[in-house]
C-alpha cells in the first residue's frame, strides 16, 4: 500500500471479551466523524476493522461463507492506493 506514510493514527484501544483474548483498537463512528469535520488539517478518515465472524455472501443464485474479513469505510480508497484483484467465483 502507498500514501499512507505520515498519516496519524487514532485508536481507543480496549479487549472486546472478558477474558481479554481478542483485542482492538478502534474509533467510533462519531470520533470520525468529529475529526473529519472540525480538524480542516485531516483530509480523509478511514477506519479498519478485521472481522473474526463469518459473513454471508450470495452471487448467482449460489451463497456461501467467508471468514478473516475486513470491513472498511468507502475513504479508504481517498488514503490508500493498491490494486484491487478479483477471482472467479466457483
Known amino acids: 500500500m502507498e500514501d499512507a506514510e505520515g498519516s496519524p493514527l487514532v485508536a481507543t484501544n480496549?479487549?472486546?471479551?472478558?477474558?481479554?483474548?481478542?483485542?482492538t483498537a478502534t474509533t467510533a463512528p462519531v470520533l470520525a466523524?468529529?475529526?473529519?469535520?472540525?480538524?480542516?488539517?485531516?483530509?480523509?478518515?478511514?477506519?479498519?476493522?478485521?472481522?473474526?465472524?463469518?459473513?454471508?455472501?450470495?452471487?448467482?443464485?449460489?451463497?456461501?461463507?467467508?471468514?478473516?474479513?475486513?470491513?472498511t469505510d468507502s475513504s479508504i480508497f481517498n488514503v490508500f492506493t493498491f490494486p484491487l484483484r478479483s477471482f472467479p467465483i466457483e
Open 14 to 23: 480496549g479487549n472486546l471479551y472478558e477474558n481479554g483474548v481478542t483485542s
Open 33 to 71: 466523524k468529529f475529526i473529519k469535520t472540525d480538524l480542516p488539517e485531516i483530509e480523509s478518515v478511514v477506519r479498519i476493522f478485521h472481522s473474526n465472524r463469518s459473513k454471508i455472501f450470495h452471487h448467482g443464485g449460489k451463497s456461501f461463507y467467508e471468514t478473516g474479513m475486513y470491513d
